[in-house]
C-alpha cells in the first residue's frame, strides 16, 4: 500500500522536545504523521508489534531512560524488518565518542537539537525532503553530521 504522506517517529523521554517537534511539523508545509514515543522501551514494543507502521525517517535521542537511542539502534539494525528506516539521532550531544559510535552502528545521520524553533522547522525540513537512497549511498563521516 502506498501512503501519500511521510511517516515520522521520534522517541525522546523529554516532553517539550516532542512537543516542539510536533509544533515545528504542524507548521511545515510537508505532508507528514508524527507519532512520538517517551523512551526506547515504547519505541521497539511499538516497531516490534505487527501492526505497527513502520516510519520513513525515525529521529532518536541518545539519552533515554529504561532503553536509550544506541540500544535501540542496535536492535533496529539487526533486524531486517527496519532496512528501509533511516535513522535519524537527535540529541542535545555533540560529542565526537556518540558521533562516531552512531555512525559506526548504522545511524543515517547526525542532528543537535537546535536551540531556536525556527531552526529546528529548517533541521526538521531539510531531513524529511533528503533522498535518503542516495544521501546514504556515499555516506561518510563527513556527510553524516548535520550542520546549520
Given at each position: 500500500?502506498?501512503?501519500?504522506?511521510?511517516?515520522?517517529?521520534?522517541?525522546?523521554?523529554?516532553?517539550?522536545?516532542?512537543?516542539?517537534?510536533?509544533?515545528?511539523?504542524?507548521?511545515?508545509?510537508?505532508?507528514?504523521?508524527?507519532?512520538?514515543?517517551?523512551?526506547?522501551?515504547?519505541?521497539?514494543?511499538?516497531?516490534?508489534?505487527?501492526?505497527?507502521?513502520?516510519?520513513?525517517?525515525?529521529?532518536l535521542d541518545l539519552?533515554?531512560?529504561?532503553?536509550?537511542?544506541?540500544?535501540?539502534?542496535?536492535?533496529?539494525?539487526?533486524?531486517?524488518?527496519?532496512?528501509?528506516?533511516?535513522?535519524?539521532?537527535?540529541?542535545?550531544?555533540?560529542?565526537?565518542?556518540?558521533?562516531?559510535?552512531?555512525?559506526?552502528?548504522?545511524?543515517?545521520?547526525?542532528?543537535?537539537?537546535?536551540?531556536?524553533?525556527?531552526?529546528?522547522?529548517?533541521?526538521?525540513?531539510?531531513?524529511?525532503?533528503?533522498?535518503?537512497?542516495?544521501?546514504?549511498?556515499?555516506?561518510?563521516?563527513?556527510?553524516?553530521?548535520?550542520?546549520?
Amino acid at each position: 500500500m502506498q501512503k501519500d504522506y511521510i511517516h515520522i517517529i521520534l522517541a525522546d523521554d523529554d516532553e517539550d522536545d516532542r512537543q516542539f517537534f510536533t509544533e515545528a511539523f504542524e507548521e511545515l508545509k510537508i505532508n507528514t504523521r508524527v507519532n512520538t514515543f517517551n523512551d526506547g522501551v515504547e519505541l521497539m514494543d511499538y516497531l516490534n508489534s505487527p501492526e505497527a507502521i513502520l516510519p520513513n525517517v525515525l529521529f532518536l535521542d541518545l539519552n533515554m531512560p529504561k532503553k536509550n537511542g544506541i540500544e535501540c539502534l542496535h536492535e533496529i539494525k539487526r533486524n531486517e524488518k527496519f532496512n528501509d528506516i533511516a535513522i535519524a539521532i537527535f540529541s542535545t550531544s555533540s560529542s565526537e565518542e556518540h558521533i562516531e559510535e552512531t555512525f559506526v552502528n548504522g545511524a543515517n545521520i547526525y542532528i543537535k537539537k537546535p536551540s531556536d524553533f525556527a531552526t529546528l522547522k529548517k533541521v526538521l525540513s531539510d531531513v524529511v525532503t533528503i533522498n535518503w537512497q542516495y544521501h546514504t549511498s556515499g555516506l561518510n563521516k563527513d556527510n553524516f553530521l548535520l550542520r546549520i
